[in-house]
């Protein structure tokens, strides 16, 4: 269940969120990337400091 602010981002992708999360899980499993509007890799809650 995503939280309030992931809820804003997940709205901006609208239907590609889950596809993007996926990508980012693939490439950026540690989310070395996540400033701005983050996408967190999919399939866990990866740490966003």
Known sequence: MMKDGEDRIGGSYRGNHDRLA???????????F???QNIRPAGGERAAA
């Open 34 to 36: 996540r400033v701005n």
């Open 22 to 32: 996926a990508t980012k899980a693939k490439y950026d499993p540690e989310n070395f």
